[in-house]
């Protein structure tokens, strides 16, 4: 579900992308996997992609798999937002979301 929310929020070309997984209580490999393509897919279209993760179990899988050296990795959306907003040539913006 979130690969096929991702794909079409990106096809519309956002100004950022903002995954919130806040809800999330279990991430696994599958998971794992459509974080990784989805930062390979924003960074090689120039989109700033935060991922909210305020649970333990979500943020400690990020981790140990290392992602979070790819994605930027947020504990509230006011933390993702306000990182966007500091992103080099942001505009203000109107960040998709795809959860």
Request: hydrophobic share 50%.
């Amino acid at each position: 579900m979130l690969r096929a929310r991702a794909r079409a929020v990106l096809a519309d070309r956002p100004e950022a992308l903002i995954v919130d997984l806040d809800d999330v209580g279990f991430c696994g490999s599958a998971g794992l996997q459509v974080l990784a393509e989805l930062a390979a897919q924003t960074a090689d279209g120039g989109v700033p992609l935060a991922v909210v993760a305020g649970r333990y179990p979500v943020v400690r899988v990020v981790r140990l798999s290392r992602l979070d050296e790819a994605l930027a990795l947020h504990a509230s959306m006011d933390d993702a937002r306000a990182w966007i907003r500091r992103q080099p040539d942001a505009e203000p913006p109107r960040p998709a979301t795809a959860d």
